[in-house]
């Protein structure tokens, strides 16, 4: 969607011609490398969840390890260095027996699909498909879709409020049965400074945001 916004061409091209730069952003390869972190890490605390266990650090680490070092104990990838530093403060800012009091996970990187509508209310001809990175439950009974991003900086308030992806998904959902709350945006910031003296506080570097819209706003955002 944000691709046909910026321009119909480079849409047509990416999407429906299938080209593709003939290499990977170093963004998308961070991206895709803390996503498969933080998908084999709520794999496992909810396998303990589901088996009535504690999670153990430990094993979580041996868990991890594999996407993040080869047979040699060596960094797989260009940007495993930073992951595993994000990783590590990410555990510091969510103690993972703190995320599994706070939250029932119903979910990890669980894929749908559904038809957008059209200005009358009837069904497009446009399907939107997804996978959804973590579906959770709160202490008040209330579900959650939780979305990991990274990025250089934090997103700010202006710019969650204007994006559709988190709404799209909700909407999509909730007209097919599922009671969705809300949306929580997981963000995680890649920016290390290269001075180890200056500090980076954790809340600097993480930020999980919170979104509700009414069915209202839900359904103009679909339409639109």
């Known amino acids: ?30 991206g895709t ?13 909810k ?5 009535g266990m504690e999670p153990d650090a430990k094993h979580l680490h041996r868990l991890i390890a594999p996407i993040l070092y080869n047979e040699r104990g060596d960094y797989k990838e260009e940007h495993s260095e930073l ?34 509508p059209t200005a009358r209310g009837t069904r497009s001809n446009y399907k939107v498909r997804m996978k959804l990175d973590l579906v959770v439950q709160d202490l008040m009974k209330r579900i959650w879709l939780v979305d990991h991003k990274s990025g250089k900086d934090l997103p700010n308030d202006k710019m969650l409020e204007l994006d559709p992806q988190f709404s799209l998904y909700t909407w999509g ?10 949306q929580l945006h997981d963000a995680a910031r890649t920016l290390k ?32």
């Open 1 to 30: 969607i944000d691709c046909y916004r910026q321009c119909p061409l480079k849409h047509d091209w990416t999407y429906k011609g299938c080209w593709q730069p003939p290499e990977t952003s170093p963004a998308l390869a961070k």
């Open 33 to 45: 490398l803390w996503h498969l972190v933080l998908e084999k890490h709520y794999d496992y605390l």
């Open 47 to 51: 396998m303990c969840q589901d088996g």
């Open 83 to 116: 992951i595993e530093w994000m990783y590590q403060g990410y555990l510091q800012m969510y103690p993972i027996r703190e995320e599994i009091r706070e939250w029932k996970i119903l979910a990890v990187e669980h894929a749908f699909e559904f038809w957008l």
């Open 173 to 182: 959902l909730r007209k097919a049965g599922k009671k969705i709350y809300g």
């Open 193 to 224: 400074y290269k001075d180890e003296n200056k500090p980076q506080p954790l809340e600097e570097r993480f930020r999980r945001t919170m979104m509700y819209r009414t069915e209202e706003q839900l359904q103009q955002i679909a339409v639109d």
